[in-house]
C-alpha cells in the first residue's frame, strides 16, 4: 500500500519540492494549511490535483490532532513556521508560538494519536547563530541571534526531548539556507535575482540591500528535501546537518547576479542600513559528512548554477514567458 505523508507548510519552498518529491515516489500526499482569506497555493498549483488540501493549525492543538486521527499518516513533515528572520523580531512573540510551541502541538498529536508515525522537524542553521566553531556540524553548541533562531533551538530540542522521552521515529534536519526559484521575495537571494532581473528588463535602476558581507552556505532545495525523506528511511531517528560545505557572502551572490546577465552590480547595488539586524549572523558554513556517510546525501547543484538559475527564472516570469 502506498504510504501517507501529512506535510505542514506545504504552500512555501520546501512544501512544494517535497511534495513533488513524494508524489513520484508513489506517496498519498496531504497537505495542510491554515484557514485564511488569501492562501497562496502558486507554489504547488501544477500538483493541486494530485494532493489533498486540509485545514489545520499549529496554534490549534485540536486541529492537529483531528488532521492525525482522520488520515494516519505514515510520515510527517513539519515544515511550517513564522521563518522570516526579520519578522521574528518585530513579532517574537508570534513567532515562538508558531515555530516553537507549534512543533510541540503536533508532536503531541502524533504522540497520543499515531505514535508509529515518523516525524520530520525543519532545524535551522539560523541556531547556530554566533558561532562557535566553524564549520557547524551536529555536535556544535547553538548560539541563536533571532528570536527566530530561538524559536528553531526550541523546536529542536523538544523533538530531541519526545523521541528520547515517548521512543518516536523524530528527526530534526539541521538545514543550511536552501534556495530556488520559488523561495520568497523578502529572502535575500531571491530579493537580488529579481532585483537583477527587473533592472536588466528596465523595471528598476537600484537594489537596495544590508550586509554586503554576511557568508551563508547556500544550497539548492530540490536537494535538500530529498535529505528530509532519506532521514525517515533510516533504521533508526537521528539529527543531521543538510549543507554544501561552500560560503559565499551576499556581495558574491551580487557578482555573479548581475555578471549573467552582463550588468556590473556596483552600478545598481545600495547598501541600506534600515536592512541590517539587530543581531546578525556573520558566518554559516555547514558540515554535511554525517548526512553523506549515514544517508548517502550530497547537493548536485553548486552556487553559481543556483544563482543563474534563479535569475533566468525572475526573467522569464516578468516577461510573461512560462
Same mark, same amino acid.
Given at each position: 500500500?502506498?504510504?501517507?505523508?501529512?506535510?505542514?507548510?506545504?504552500?512555501?519552498?520546501? +512544501?512544494?519540492?517535497?511534495?513533488?518529491?513524494?508524489?513520484? !515516489?508513489?506517496?498519498?500526499?496531504?497537505?495542510?494549511?491554515?484557514?485564511?482569506?488569501? *492562501?497562496?497555493?502558486?507554489?504547488?498549483? %501544477?500538483?493541486?490535483?494530485?494532493?489533498?488540501?486540509?485545514?489545520?493549525?499549529?496554534?490549534?492543538?485540536?486541529?492537529?490532532?483531528?488532521?492525525?486521527?482522520?488520515?494516519?499518516?505514515?510520515?510527517?513533515?513539519?515544515?511550517?513556521?513564522?521563518?522570516?528572520?526579520?519578522?521574528?523580531?518585530?513579532?517574537?512573540?508570534?513567532? +515562538?508560538?508558531?515555530?516553537?510551541?507549534?512543533?510541540?502541538?503536533?508532536? @503531541?498529536?502524533?504522540?497520543?494519536? !499515531?505514535?508509529?508515525?515518523?516525524?520530520?522537524?525543519? &532545524?535551522?542553521?539560523?541556531?547556530?547563530?554566533?558561532?562557535?566553531?566553524?564549520?557547524?556540524? @551536529?555536535? =556544535?553548541?547553538?548560539?541563536?541571534?533571532?528570536?527566530?533562531?530561538?524559536?528553531?533551538?526550541?523546536? %529542536?530540542?523538544?523533538?530531541?526531548?519526545?523521541?528520547?522521552?515517548?521512543?518516536?521515529?523524530?528527526? &530534526?534536519?539541521?538545514?543550511?539556507?536552501?534556495?530556488?526559484?520559488?523561495? +520568497?521575495?523578502?529572502?535575500?537571494?531571491? !530579493?537580488? =535575482?529579481?532585483?537583477?532581473?527587473?533592472?536588466?528588463?528596465?523595471?528598476?535602476?537600484?537594489?537596495?540591500? +544590508?550586509?554586503?558581507?554576511?557568508?551563508?552556505?547556500?544550497?539548492?532545495?530540490?536537494?535538500?528535501?530529498?535529505?528530509?525523506?532519506?532521514?525517515?528511511?533510516?533504521?533508526?531517528?537521528?539529527?543531521?546537518?543538510?549543507? =554544501?560545505? =561552500?560560503?559565499? &557572502? *551576499?556581495?558574491?551572490?551580487?557578482?555573479?547576479?548581475?555578471?549573467?546577465?552582463?550588468?556590473?552590480?556596483?552600478?545598481?547595488?545600495?547598501?541600506?542600513?534600515?536592512?541590517?539586524?539587530?543581531?546578525?549572523?556573520?558566518?554559516?558554513?555547514?558540515?554535511? &559528512?554525517?548526512?553523506?556517510?549515514?544517508?548517502?546525501?550530497?547537493?548536485?547543484?553548486?552556487?553559481?548554477?543556483? *544563482?543563474?538559475?534563479?535569475?533566468?527564472?525572475?526573467?522569464?516570469?516578468?516577461?510573461?514567458?512560462?
Amino acid at each position: 500500500m502506498a504510504k501517507t505523508a501529512l506535510i505542514t507548510g506545504i504552500t512555501g519552498q520546501d +512544501g512544494s519540492y517535497l511534495a513533488e518529491f513524494l508524489l513520484e !515516489k508513489g506517496y498519498r500526499v496531504i497537505g495542510m494549511v491554515r484557514r485564511t482569506s488569501t *492562501v497562496n497555493f502558486d507554489r504547488i498549483q %501544477h500538483i493541486q490535483d494530485h494532493i489533498e488540501i486540509v485545514q489545520g493549525d499549529l496554534l490549534d492543538q485540536s486541529s492537529l490532532i483531528d488532521l492525525v486521527r482522520t488520515y494516519q499518516p505514515d510520515e510527517v513533515y513539519n515544515l511550517a513556521a513564522q521563518s522570516f528572520v526579520p519578522t521574528s523580531f518585530s513579532q517574537p512573540v508570534l513567532t +515562538g508560538e508558531f515555530t516553537a510551541l507549534g512543533v510541540t502541538r503536533i508532536l @503531541e498529536a502524533i504522540r497520543h494519536v !499515531k505514535p508509529d508515525a515518523r516525524f520530520y522537524q525543519a &532545524s535551522s542553521s539560523e541556531m547556530f547563530g554566533k558561532v562557535v566553531e566553524v564549520p557547524q556540524r @551536529e555536535t =556544535t553548541p547553538f548560539y541563536p541571534r533571532s528570536p527566530y533562531g530561538v524559536a528553531k533551538v526550541y523546536g %529542536h530540542w523538544i523533538t530531541v526531548n519526545y523521541r528520547e522521552s515517548y521512543n518516536l521515529f523524530a528527526c &530534526s534536519g539541521i538545514l543550511f539556507n536552501h534556495e530556488s526559484p520559488r523561495r +520568497g521575495l523578502e529572502f535575500v537571494t531571491r !530579493k537580488v =535575482t529579481h532585483g537583477v532581473a527587473r533592472i536588466k528588463l528596465g523595471l528598476q535602476r537600484e537594489l537596495r540591500i +544590508g550586509n554586503l558581507e554576511a557568508r551563508r552556505d547556500w544550497g539548492f532545495a530540490g536537494d535538500y528535501v530529498r535529505a528530509m525523506w532519506l532521514m525517515l528511511q533510516q533504521d533508526r531517528p537521528d539529527d543531521y546537518v543538510i549543507a =554544501t560545505g =561552500t560560503t559565499h &557572502s *551576499v556581495r558574491e551572490l551580487c557578482e555573479i547576479a548581475f555578471r549573467h546577465v552582463g550588468l556590473n552590480w556596483e552600478d545598481h547595488v545600495v547598501v541600506d542600513p534600515r536592512f541590517y539586524r539587530p543581531a546578525e549572523v556573520d558566518l554559516l558554513v555547514g558540515d554535511a &559528512s554525517k548526512a553523506r556517510r549515514m544517508l548517502g546525501w550530497q547537493p548536485s547543484m553548486d552556487f553559481e548554477t543556483l *544563482v543563474r538559475m534563479m535569475v533566468d527564472a525572475d526573467l522569464a516570469m516578468l516577461r510573461g514567458v512560462e
